[in-house]
């Protein structure tokens, strides 16, 4: 999975349409692009969000981004989210 992110970061529609998408909640928890990237370690994901004003600090039903990356041991993206 993260070789077919880094291809699909590579494309710039791919990038704008990731970067229109940051704020859009996915389910009844409110969950958005910035907490799926984190909750799968995706970091090149998270960088892209956040440089596009990806809100860090938007909750859900189980916390912010920084939680889901902590919750699934993705240590990586803890850092990166703690920078």
């Keep these: ?5 880094e291809v699909l970061l590579r494309n710039p529609r791919c990038r704008q349409l990731l ?3 940051r ?3 996915l ?3 409110r969950t958005t692009c910035l ?5 799968n370690g995706h970091t ?7 440089a596009a004003g990806a809100d860090i600090n938007r909750s859900t039903l189980r916390g912010t981004a ?5 919750m699934h041991g993705k240590l990586e993206a ?3 989210l703690l920078q």
Excluded: G
């Design 1 to 5: 999975m993260p070789q077919a992110v």
């Design 19 to 21: 970067y229109e998408s």
């Design 23 to 25: 704020q859009d909640t």
């Design 27 to 29: 389910d009844n928890e």
């Design 35 to 39: 907490h799926l990237a984190a909750r």
């Design 44 to 50: 090149n994901v998270l960088r892209c969000l956040l």
């Design 66 to 70: 920084l939680h889901e990356a902590a």
């Design 78 to 80: 803890v850092r990166l």
